[in-house]
């Protein structure tokens, strides 16, 4: 699957916290801290940039997927 080019840290922030429940539980410089619970404790920083790069954006979806169990594809899909 191909990952977007054009999706900011904003949008993806509300699409971590609307479909996978993170919230977001701080904000360092231009970094969100996002957090859940589920299915243990776990944080993600995503930078509030305009557009992610590529690679900052895989990071992250290769890092929720692997806490949530599920493949990189699925968290794409709700987007």
Known sequence: MKIPRDISGRELVAALCRNWGYREVNRVGSHI???TANPTQHRVAVPAHK???IGT???ILRAVAMHK???R???L???
Request: charged share 20%.
């Open 33 to 35: 801290i996002l957090q």
């Open 51 to 53: 557009s992610l790069r």
């Open 57 to 59: 954006l895989s990071s």
């Open 69 to 71: 169990r599920v493949d």
């Open 73 to 75: 594809g699925t968290i």
């Open 77 to 79: 899909d709700s987007l």
